[in-house]
């Protein structure tokens, strides 16, 4: 079955360090996603991204976050400055279609701690 | 996107159906009903999704009640592997409405 991989699976930087968050999308798919879960809170949606551009973003996600896909492959989370609020779990996601008629595939994550 | 209502918990023996109960009294028609699961921290996994037919497929059934306010996550026979926290997400049939919205879900312990 196919599947979306994110990589690392746990990263430790210091605050105020830059972070790259990797994820390898469904070949065939056509949107991703990062969702974010605080330890012992909701999944929280953070950005959207399709046609190489951002289609919908959260307030959570300001100006230290940035997405990009940089190749035909990986689609990538940028946190510019990280902050210890910033530690949680990362998700990519990615849906071959937009809207209702279809499900989003996960990564396993990342786990960001932020020290 | 309508706003669910779960129990925040559930036991479940093993080899019994689990029934999870969602309440989504101000869906409207053309919102969507969707499952997903997480398995302690992994990534949220796909179950089903319906609109207001009842729905089957290899993981789970979805009765959906003929008014649309409730639904119910039937996994007709448990394992262990099901102890996840399981959430209902109501999304409105609308492309350009792309994120999924997570609520607290239901933790189902299946029991030995």
Redesign the interface.
């Known amino acids: 079955e196919p599947e979306?991989t994110q990589t690392p699976s746990h990263q430790v930087t210091q605050m105020g360090q830059e972070v790259i968050l990797r994820c390898v999308p469904i070949s065939n798919h056509l949107?991703f996603?990062w969702?974010r879960?605080i330890l012992g809170q909701?999944?929280?949606?953070l950005v959207?991204f399709y046609n190489n551009e951002i289609?919908?973003k959260?307030e959570i996600f300001d100006d230290q976050f940035s997405v990009e896909r940089p190749d035909g492959s990986n689609f990538t989370l940028k946190i510019r400055s990280t902050k210890l609020e910033d530690s949680a779990?990362y998700?990519c996601?990615s849906?071959v279609l937009?809207?209702?008629q279809t499900?989003?595939?996960?990564?396993?994550?990342t786990?960001l701690t932020v020290v | 996107d309508a706003k669910t209502t779960q129990p925040t918990s559930m036991d479940c023996a093993e080899g019994r159906a689990a029934n999870l109960p969602c309440n989504h009294s101000t869906i409207s028609g053309n919102e969507?009903v969707?499952w997903y699961r997480?398995i302690h921290?992994?990534?949220?996994?796909?179950i089903i999704?319906g609109l207001k037919n009842n729905e089957t497929n290899e993981m789970a059934s979805l009765i959906i009640t003929e008014d649309r306010k409730s639904s119910t996550l039937i996994l007709p026979h448990a394992t262990l592997r099901d102890t996840a926290v399981y959430?209902c997400i109501v999304?409105?049939?609308?492309?350009?409405?792309?994120?999924?919205?997570?609520?607290?879900g239901t933790r189902l312990t299946i029991i030995p």
């Open positions: 979306v949107y996603y969702y879960q909701k999944v929280e949606f959207s289609s919908e959260s779990m998700f996601a849906t937009q809207g209702t499900e989003a595939f996960f990564g396993q994550g786990r | 969507y969707y997480q921290s992994q990534g949220p996994q796909y999704h959430y999304r409105v049939a609308d492309f350009g409405n792309e994120k999924l919205t997570f609520g607290t």
